[in-house]
């Protein structure tokens, strides 16, 4: 018995690390529980936080839905809803924000799928967007400068990981789907001034969202590839 004991505690040691026994289900998310989390929405059917200092808002009305291993009440869906995300843990840069999302129709106009910011002479923050089936712009800004850069389109039906990092003086975005590699986006230095609501599709759109992220550093692809692999 007490070379079981010890045995077990040797393992929780190398494999917990700083995230320790974690939930309630003694569930591994040393992938995801790292330093710097500040906010992190599982987005299981509500739109509180589990780590975090307040819950997210709805506009409209929302479902449960699947998660990418097909388990039931792991998402929320909705096709008239915009979720936001207005806690004073999303602070300035450094960061990394990342979620998945799965359109479950692809619209044929402009719509926004995340982004954190407003409008002005330049965009101020950042937002990944989709244009149809055939492009996905992304932007981040200060509002007087800033860049576009643009990635592949999205199709109906694929959960879609996405992440945007800043930090010195550079910012990064990362797309990949479920089931395949992630990869950057689009890397470029620029301006940057943090502002506004975290929103998850601003536009009307018949969409799903799962785990919300925010760190108050830059990941590394390391790290946001360990995120991008693993399932709450």
Same mark, same amino acid.
């Given at each position: 018995?007490?070379?079981?004991?010890?045995?077990?505690?040797?393992?929780?040691? *190398?494999?917990?690390?700083?995230?320790?026994?974690?939930?309630?289900?003694?569930?591994?998310?040393?992938?995801? *529980?790292?330093?710097?989390?500040?906010?992190?929405?599982?987005?299981?059917?509500?739109?509180?936080?589990?780590?975090?200092?307040?819950?997210?808002?709805?506009?409209?009305?929302?479902?449960?839905?699947?998660?990418?291993?097909?388990?039931?009440?792991?998402?929320?869906?909705?096709?008239?809803?915009?979720?936001?995300?207005?806690?004073?843990?999303?602070?300035?840069?450094?960061?990394?924000?990342?979620?998945?999302?799965?359109?479950?129709?692809?619209?044929? %106009?402009?719509? %926004?799928?995340?982004?954190?910011?407003?409008? %002005?002479?330049?965009?101020?923050?950042?937002?990944?967007?989709?244009?149809?089936?055939?492009?996905?712009?992304?932007?981040?800004?200060?509002?007087?400068?800033?860049?576009?850069?643009?990635?592949?389109? *999205?199709?109906?039906?694929?959960?879609?990981?996405?992440?945007?990092?800043?930090?010195?003086?550079?910012?990064?975005?990362?797309?990949?789907?479920?089931?395949?590699?992630?990869?950057?986006?689009?890397?470029?230095?620029?301006?940057?001034?943090?502002?506004?609501?975290?929103?998850?599709?601003?536009? *009307?759109?018949?969409?799903?969202?799962?785990?919300?992220?925010?760190?108050?550093?830059?990941?590394?692809?390391?790290?946001?590839?360990?995120?991008?692999?693993?399932?709450?």
């Amino acid at each position: 018995m007490r070379n079981r004991l010890i045995i077990f505690a040797v393992m929780c040691f *190398v494999r917990c690390g700083t995230a320790g026994i974690y939930d309630e289900a003694l569930t591994d998310y040393s992938r995801i *529980v790292r330093a710097g989390l500040n906010e992190w929405y599982p987005l299981n059917g509500n739109l509180s936080s589990r780590i975090g200092d307040a819950g997210g808002t709805a506009t409209a009305g929302y479902v449960t839905g699947m998660n990418r291993a097909n388990e039931n009440g792991k998402t929320i869906c909705t096709t008239a809803s915009r979720f936001d995300f207005g806690s004073a843990n999303f602070g300035a840069n450094p960061f990394t924000i990342s979620a998945w999302i799965k359109l479950n129709t692809v619209p044929g %106009s402009l719509n %926004s799928i995340l982004q954190k910011g407003t409008t %002005s002479t330049f965009w101020i923050g950042f937002k990944i967007e989709q244009n149809g089936a055939t492009a996905l712009p992304l932007t981040f800004g200060n509002g007087a400068g800033g860049v576009n850069l643009t990635s592949s389109g *999205v199709a109906a039906g694929i959960w879609y990981y996405f992440a945007f990092s800043y930090g010195n003086g550079t910012g990064t975005y990362y797309v990949g789907t479920y089931g395949s590699n992630l990869a950057v986006a689009g890397s470029s230095a620029g301006n940057y001034t943090q502002s506004g609501t975290l929103q998850i599709f601003t536009g *009307v759109l018949d969409a799903c969202a799962d785990d919300l992220l925010h760190y108050n550093r830059v990941l590394s692809f390391d790290e946001l590839n360990q995120n991008f692999k693993s399932l709450e």
